[in-house]
């Protein structure tokens, strides 16, 4: 069987050989124009993360940490000319029937509940999207509030959407994730655990779906990210620069073909960017199919032991993970080595220096409190 080229992209094909191998197809042009996925040089497990996150949701995201300059940022945003379809609303007030079955009719707008009435659908399929979350983002911009278009110039109330329900079955992307406003983080983290976002104004309330996809990237010479907000994200890859300066040369050369002619290089990558991301669709719709043999479960639940990782998310990223590299390699079963694979990503900065010193201070005081109980016990009889 010939490897899929999702696999050899993941098991680090060089990008040298990608770019001798693709002839340059039609220029599709009037897009926004992202540096092509594909062009990037060698940081394969942030490739591998990113892509894993997209087959499966519930991989719960991507934390890239990382200096700047080391192509976090490219990475995301290149992902949009490989994102899947999803089913999504086709009304600005993004209406969907889970919400009517949910809260009943007064939860969509009067325009969905018409169309409801004459048996249309709310919803549709259209590509998944790459939503950014601004640093200096309001409150009201994240998750909601008046639109003041309308009350200014209409005098009408209308509660509207914010980022987070934009965010619904797309991708979230904070940059500098770990400088943003506590409000704000605690406003994602509501809305990340809940799988929805309710605003309220006044006497006015609205909930929006909002199940997210959150990539995060930071820079940890800019200070710390909550533990809370850490834990959130199925993965994280340390980004560092490349060693080798062939690569770094390599990289030098696309920035500056895609600076001068931007088409040129889209053009170059086209045709492996569309078997890339009907692969990855094909990955999406294996998915459900794709179990964990006992051992890779096994191997897996060794390792969080081993190190003594509290945290269950651990453990539920890592299988996760582990099943959509196996979707992607388009097998039905998950290996041990499946997980091997995926374990880092999974398993990095989870561990707590301090919880596990306040775990075994606790064990001590239980020890304790047992042997006072015994004491007094036997002074008594
Ligand atoms: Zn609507």
Not at 3 to 17: F, G, K, N, P, Y
Request: proline share 5%; aromatic share 4%; glycine share 8%.
């Amino acid at each position: 069987m010939t490897q899929s080229l999702l696999m050899e992209i993941l098991q680090q094909r060089t990008a040298a050989t990608l770019l001798r191998q693709t002839n340059p197809p039609e220029v599709v042009s009037g897009q926004v124009l992202a540096f092509p996925f594909l062009a990037l040089v060698g940081q394969v497990e942030m490739k591998t993360a990113l892509v894993l996150t997209v087959i499966n949701p519930a991989v719960g995201g991507v934390l890239l940490i990382g200096p700047r300059g080391t192509g976090k940022t490219t990475a995301v945003r290149g992902l949009v000319d490989l994102m899947p379809p999803v089913r999504r609303s086709l009304c600005p007030y993004g209406c969907e029937l889970e919400a009517v079955e949910t809260w009943g009719i007064d939860a969509i707008c009067p325009n969905c509940a018409a169309k409801l009435a004459r048996g249309e659908e709310l919803t549709g399929m259209d590509r998944m999207r790459l939503v950014e979350l601004p640093l200096h983002a309001r409150l009201e911009d994240v998750i909601g509030g008046v639109n003041e278009r309308l009350a200014v110039e209409q005098q009408k109330i209308r509660l509207e959407r914010g980022i987070l329900a934009h965010a619904h079955r797309n991708l979230l992307y904070i940059d500098e994730v770990n400088l943003l406003d506590d409000m704000i983080v605690d406003a994602i983290l509501d809305a990340a655990a809940q799988g929805r976002v309710t605003v309220r104004r006044g006497p006015l309330a609205a909930t929006y779906p909002a199940e997210l996809m959150l990539v995060g990237s930071m820079n940890p010479e800019e200070g710390k990210l909550r533990p809370q907000i850490q834990d959130r994200f199925g993965l994280r890859v340390v980004v560092g620069g490349l060693d080798d300066s062939n690569e770094r040369l390599e990289i030098y050369r696309r920035v500056r073909a895609f600076r001068e002619n931007p088409h040129q290089l889209l053009a170059t990558f086209l045709q492996d960017t569309v078997t890339f991301g009907q692969e990855i669709i094909k990955a999406r719709e294996l998915l459900p199919n794709v179990d964990l043999l006992p051992e890779a479960e096994c191997l897996g639940l060794q390792m969080v032991r081993e190190l003594g990782i509290p945290s269950h998310r651990a453990e539920i990223t890592m299988l996760e993970a582990a099943r959509a590299y196996a979707a992607a390699d388009g097998r039905r079963a998950t290996t041990a080595s499946d997980v091997a694979v995926v374990a880092p990503m999974a398993l990095r900065q989870r561990r707590s220096k301090f919880i596990r010193e306040y775990w075994e201070m606790s064990q001590v005081e239980e020890q304790e409190i047992k042997a006072a109980w015994h004491s007094v016990v036997t002074a008594g009889t």
